[in-house]
């Protein structure tokens, strides 16, 4: 009952977005709030053994014990005011124990007050849309941009490509379908607001380490936030059947500390406004080519 038991905690959380090898149950996650769900999960799988000890442990002895080949007599009784009590009321208890966790631990991700960072998240078929919002009381412009399946992942998954799955890396990491063009990069040790809607269909916003996961609906925009405590690369994926691609449309989470996220931050608000300066140093230049254009035509005149 013991290996059992053992084995059922161990396999019950296998599911997550990018696996290690041998790994089994659940992870921490990365985040203040992350450990609440895992928390949630350990416990409730634990009721889950105990009973099933309990019931599967009386019912094996009372098939082997009572057996007829035994010469076991069946009992004439057909209830028990006492047992009848016990086994409504245990379950009653350990499911209000349960609703009271999970109801108080779950509801608490939605709680965006005090965020110190703003982010809008929008789901496309099959791409994710980042927009920086706000980020330390102060409003971020023309900084965000389309996040979708990196190249070498794309050509691998083509029919008849040729191309080794198991070859698609980041360093030691096997990150085929897992990988984006352009990651989603945010601070450490920051309470960020995510506002999560979708352009065209219903998806589902989740990086497992952040411990939630929110739909992106269209014409809705829910949130949640996350702080992430340790630096580090974060992947997760769609998690709602949004069309023939919706395997194809990863999320990944670059982490950096408050002084890297400031330097990139800035590296991104100068290349949006560079782009900007352009056409005005064009438009700029536009009368001075005009009166050269027009001198020769007032010198014919003359």
Not at 144 to 162: E, H, N, Y
């Amino acid at each position: 009952m013991a290996a059992a038991g053992l084995a059922l905690a161990s396999f019950g959380s296998l599911v997550q977005a990018a696996p290690e090898p041998w790994q089994l149950n659940m992870k921490p996650g990365a985040s203040t709030w992350s450990h609440v769900p895992y928390d949630l999960n350990n416990i409730s799988l634990s009721v889950c053994v105990v009973i099933g000890i309990l019931v599967f442990g009386a019912m094996f002895i009372a098939m082997f014990r009572f057996r007829k080949s035994r010469g076991a007599v069946a009992e004439k009784w057909s209830h028990h005011t006492g047992l009848e009590i016990v086994w409504t009321t245990v379950p009653v208890m350990i499911l209000i124990v349960l609703a009271y966790l999970s109801t108080g631990g779950l509801t608490s991700w939605a709680n965006t007050t005090g965020s110190q960072m703003t982010v809008k998240v929008t789901g496309y078929q099959w791409k994710w849309r980042y927009d920086y919002v706000s980020y330390l009381g102060k409003p971020i412009e023309h900084v965000g941009f389309m996040s979708k399946l990196d190249s070498l992942s794309d050509q691998t998954r083509q029919l008849d490509s040729g191309m080794d799955p198991y070859a698609v890396k980041v360093g030691n990491e096997n990150t085929y379908l897992l990988n984006v063009d352009h990651p989603l990069v945010v601070p450490i040790d920051t309470k960020i607001r995510f506002v999560i809607t979708g352009g065209d269909v219903i998806h589902s916003w989740w990086v497992p380490a952040l411990g939630w996961k929110l739909d992106a609906i269209p014409g809705i925009a829910n949130a949640a936030w996350t702080n992430i405590t340790k630096p580090g690369t974060y992947r997760g994926q769609c998690a709602e059947l949004c069309g023939q691609d919706h395997g194809f449309m990863p999320i990944v989470v670059v982490a950096k500390s408050k002084a890297d996220f400031a330097k990139w931050l800035a590296e991104q608000q100068a290349k949006s406004a560079a782009p900007a300066a352009a056409p005005a140093a064009s438009t700029a230049a536009t009368p001075v080519a005009a009166e050269v254009k027009a001198a020769p035509a007032v010198a014919r005149q003359g």
